[in-house]
């Protein structure tokens, strides 16, 4: 059984910087395709990014494309949303995601973490 644990958010400042993390516990880490979702009240999940295993090709959702960065650290089992220039509008609970295709993208994610609550004040 994978579990997926998420850390780091919290509150920061519009314009700001954050940096998420997910660590896994069982599995094979590196065979995975990782992503981050977010969701906010009221509002449909919605893809941010998506990291490969392998390859490591990285895809994002058009509303963080240049201010969002997905990486993973294979070896400590740790995948990352390195999160910059933050509005209002990020405001979500972000949950990381594992899908067994390895792929940045996919129709299934099978694991899911708990969520990490990330606020960003204007």
């Known amino acids: 059984q994978v579990q997926l644990v998420e850390s780091g958010g919290r509150l920061v400042q519009a314009g700001g910087s954050l940096s998420i993390s997910c660590t896994a516990s069982g599995g094979t880490f590196t065979a995975y395709g990782l992503g981050w979702f977010r969701q906010s009240p009221g509002k449909e999940r919605e893809f941010v990014a998506g990291?490969?295993?392998?390859?490591?090709?990285?895809h994002y959702g058009d509303s963080v494309k240049g201010r969002f960065t997905i990486s993973r650290n294979d070896g400590l089992n740790t995948v990352y949303l390195l999160m910059d220039t933050l509005e209002p509008d990020d405001t979500a609970t972000y949950y990381c995601?594992?899908?067994?295709?390895?792929?940045?993208?996919?129709?299934?994610?099978?694991?899911w973490g708990q969520g990490t609550q990330v606020t960003v004040s204007s």
């Open positions: 990291i490969s295993g392998g390859a490591y090709v990285t």
């Open positions: 995601a594992a899908n067994l295709a390895g792929a940045a993208t996919s129709r299934s994610w099978t694991y």
